[in-house]
């Protein structure tokens, strides 16, 4: 945890820690709490989401869609609760059967496991092995509930893993 008053220079610092890890072929990935967004779940994991599932700046909504899924199609269990992305990703994919019926609670929980899950891969490389792996969430107290009940569980499960929060 970096934290500092505003304009002290966090984000520079964080800046340089993905700067400096890319430079050793450390995967990064970052995300940020917003002021305007923080009643909104998960916003702060949307870019590092969008940047997992090679969404980049795809704006067509049927290829977001396909991607998503080409994404998950590997892991059958992953594949199923795919619906439950839409509470991270704008992809208006339909609850499934199995999804359909996931409410409060056990959604959230679901919705939370599904993307540990997806970070995990991202950890691990292709045939077995850890992967280093580099999350930055800026801007830590404008972060909505879910986002910090994601924060604490990857922080938890996921082995290797370099966690920074800058608030």
């Known amino acids: ?12 610092l964080l800046a340089d820690l993905v700067e400096q890890a890319q430079a050793r072929g450390v995967r990064s990935l970052s995300g940020a709490g917003d002021a305007i967004e923080q ?7 949307r870019p590092i989401f969008t940047q997992l599932v090679g969404l980049g700046g795809e704006e067509d909504i ?3 869609r396909r991607r998503v899924l080409a994404h998950v199609q590997a892991d059958p269990a992953l594949a199923r ?4 992305l839409d509470s991270v990703l704008p992809l208006e994919l339909p609850d499934n059967e199995l999804t359909a019926q996931l409410t409060g609670e056990v ?10 899950r997806l970070l995990q891969a991202a950890a691990t490389r292709p045939g077995g092995g850890a992967s280093p792996l580099l999350v930055v969430l800026d801007d830590a107290h404008w972060f909505d509930s879910a ?4 924060a604490r569980q990857v ?3 996921i082995k290797p893993l370099l966690l ?4």
């Not at 505003?6 to 984000?11: A, F, H, L, R, T």
């Not at 009643?39 to 994991?45: D, G, L, V």
């Not at 609760?81 to 439950?84: D, I, N």
């Not at 959604?107 to 540990?116: F, G, P, Q, S, Y």
Request: charged share 20%; glycine share 8%.
């Open 164 to 167: 920074v929060l800058a608030t």
């Open 39 to 45: 009643s909104t779940p998960y916003h702060a994991w």
């Open 81 to 84: 609760l795919a619906p439950l």
């Open 147 to 150: 986002s910090w009940a994601l």
């Open 107 to 116: 959604r959230a929980d679901n919705t939370r496991e599904l993307l540990v």
């Open 62 to 64: 049927g290829e977001r």
């Open 1 to 12: 945890v970096v934290e500092g008053e505003p304009g002290i220079g966090k984000s520079r």
């Open 155 to 157: 922080a938890a499960q």
